[in-house]
């Protein structure tokens, strides 16, 4: 009977991390599937072997990428590699000829931003880190962040702070209260790691700010350690770091077996969330309602119906109106015309734009129907309203 052969495989990872001990354990798990027969040598601090990297006696490497370090010593193996990291907007960073595992950046935050959304915030914030040489995962987060703010027309606000370690603490802690404490409120941060948010929770603590009322918090990594260590048990996205790890043996099971390696990088999306007390915000209105307000907030003007406010909420219209007559009084079509009314005597009061333009800017299909809706609402036309805050001396 032939025996099956055993490879020397090297795993160049943290373990003492969540993000690299799960992709361990997930390689550990397709191995427990397979025929596979892997002998793993685990570094605990892979950064001290790099040197001697090039002489190992191993039949294949699995590494971190996002350690610029790491990445670096791999580009002289003479044995299959396959790196473990981030997903990059710019697809010229991505390593060349290396089959590549990537934890998808943008879904994680995409997720995290609609789950805040859905418990009702409409204001939203970033804890980020100073960029490293073994954190480009961060800045990746804070560039899908910056989109999804750009596309919902929000403001972008990001803090990064400083790396905290035990003599900076004090310090740093008094910066990230003094952020805390300027946010107009209710708002949601996205931490872009649970260590992160963790110091987002103590800041909080400190400062008295109420969290989930005042400030409504997330991580990224759902780390046992992180939920252990605060009073307020933590929310987390979680990244999927098992089926990355369970994926990038394949590739290399794949490889060794044989098999050309693959072109394109695999992307891994986030498995869920893991939703607890910290983001647990009580919107005054139904999720629903919520959910429609922020879109309407960002849409009003641009003439949208109430349809299309349905389809974005994932609901027929029917339901949606039921639940705004409920929670306002009011139905969908004049929730969009009072911010259309709001948007249209803010331009009013604070600038000499014509009423045809202000018409179009606020989404009106006419300046007839502007004058109309004004008369109907305000008791006045556009002009007058104009005439009225300029007589008061009042700007809005």
Same mark, same amino acid.
């Given at each position: 009977?032939?025996?099956?052969?055993?490879?020397?495989?090297?795993?160049?990872?943290?373990?003492?991390?969540?993000?690299?001990?799960?992709?361990?354990?997930?390689?550990?798990?397709?191995?427990?599937?397979?025929?596979?027969?892997?002998?793993?040598?685990?570094?605990?601090?892979?950064?001290?072997?790099?040197?001697?990297?090039?002489?190992?006696?191993?039949?294949?490497?699995?590494?971190?990428?996002?350690?610029?370090?790491?990445?670096?010593?791999?580009?002289?193996?003479?044995?299959?590699?396959?790196?473990?990291?981030?997903?990059?907007?710019?697809?010229?960073?991505?390593?060349?000829?290396?089959?590549?595992?990537?934890?998808?950046?943008?879904?994680?935050?995409?997720?995290?931003?609609?789950?805040?959304?859905?418990?009702?915030?409409?204001?939203?914030?970033?804890?980020?880190?100073?960029?490293?040489?073994?954190?480009?995962?961060?800045?990746?987060?804070?560039?899908?962040?910056?989109?999804?703010?750009?596309?919902?027309?929000?403001?972008?606000?990001?803090?990064?702070?400083?790396?905290?370690?035990?003599?900076?603490?004090?310090?740093?802690?008094?910066?990230?209260?003094?952020?805390?404490?300027?946010?107009?409120?209710?708002?949601?941060?996205?931490?872009?790691?649970?260590?992160?948010?963790?110091?987002?929770?103590?800041?909080?603590? !400190? =400062? /008295?700010? #109420? +969290?989930?009322?005042?400030?409504?918090?997330?991580?990224?990594?759902?780390?046992?350690?992180? *939920?252990? @260590?605060?009073?307020?048990?933590?929310?987390?996205?979680?990244?999927?770091?098992?089926?990355?790890?369970?994926?990038?043996?394949?590739?290399?099971?794949?490889?060794?077996?044989?098999?050309?390696?693959?072109?394109?990088?695999?992307?891994?999306?986030?498995?869920?969330?893991?939703?607890?007390?910290?983001?647990?915000?009580?919107?005054?209105?139904?999720?629903?309602?919520?959910?429609?307000?922020?879109?309407?907030?960002?849409?009003?003007?641009?003439?949208?119906?109430?349809?299309?406010?349905?389809?974005?909420?994932?609901?027929?219209?029917?339901?949606?109106?039921?639940?705004?007559?409920?929670?306002?009084?009011?139905?969908?079509?004049?929730?969009?015309?009072?911010?259309?009314?709001?948007?249209?005597?803010?331009?009013?009061?604070?600038?000499?734009?014509? !009423? =045809? /333009?202000? #018409? +179009?800017?606020?989404?009106?299909?006419?300046?007839?129907?502007?004058?109309?809706?004004?008369? *109907?609402? @305000?008791?006045?036309?556009?002009?007058?309203?104009?005439?009225?805050?300029?007589?008061?001396?009042?700007?809005?």
């Amino acid at each position: 009977m032939t025996m099956p052969v055993t490879h020397r495989i090297a795993l160049l990872f943290k373990s003492n991390e969540i993000y690299g001990r799960e992709i361990i354990e997930g390689i550990c798990q397709y191995l427990g599937t397979t025929r596979a027969s892997w002998d793993l040598f685990i570094e605990t601090d892979p950064g001290a072997g790099l040197a001697n990297i090039e002489s190992w006696q191993g039949d294949g490497i699995i590494a971190d990428f996002n350690d610029a370090h790491i990445r670096a010593a791999m580009s002289g193996s003479r044995v299959p590699v396959v790196g473990v990291g981030s997903t990059y907007e710019d697809i010229s960073r991505y390593p060349a000829g290396v089959p590549y595992v990537a934890s998808d950046q943008s879904k994680l935050i995409e997720l995290a931003y609609g789950h805040l959304v859905d418990v009702g915030l409409s204001r939203f914030a970033l804890f980020s880190l100073p960029p490293r040489y073994d954190n480009p995962w961060a800045q990746e987060r804070e560039s899908a962040f910056r989109r999804l703010m750009q596309r919902d027309k929000l403001a972008v606000t990001i803090y990064r702070g400083e790396n905290v370690n035990a003599p900076t603490w004090s310090e740093e802690g008094r910066h990230l209260v003094e952020w805390l404490l300027a946010l107009p409120k209710p708002v949601g941060i996205i931490a872009v790691s649970d260590a992160r948010a963790r110091q987002l929770l103590q800041a909080c603590l !400190i =400062a /008295d700010i #109420a +969290v989930p009322a005042q400030v409504a918090l997330i991580g990224i990594d759902n780390d046992p350690l992180a *939920r252990m @260590l605060t009073r307020i048990p933590l929310s987390s996205v979680i990244q999927g770091t098992h089926e990355m790890g369970r994926v990038a043996a394949r590739l290399l099971h794949q490889m060794l077996s044989g098999a050309p390696k693959p072109a394109a990088p695999v992307r891994v999306a986030p498995a869920g969330i893991n939703v607890l007390a910290s983001s647990r915000h009580e919107a005054a209105k139904h999720p629903y309602v919520m959910r429609a307000l922020h879109f309407i907030r960002q849409y009003a003007c641009q003439g949208i119906k109430t349809e299309q406010v349905a389809n974005y909420v994932g609901i027929s219209r029917s339901s949606l109106e039921s639940h705004f007559r409920a929670a306002l009084g009011r139905s969908v079509h004049d929730e969009v015309l009072r911010y259309k009314i709001d948007a249209a005597t803010t331009i009013l009061a604070n600038d000499s734009t014509s !009423i =045809a /333009d202000v #018409a +179009v800017r606020c989404g009106f299909t006419s300046v007839q129907y502007m004058h109309a809706v004004f008369k *109907r609402e @305000l008791g006045c036309t556009p002009r007058k309203y104009r005439d009225q805050v300029m007589q008061r001396g009042e700007a809005v």
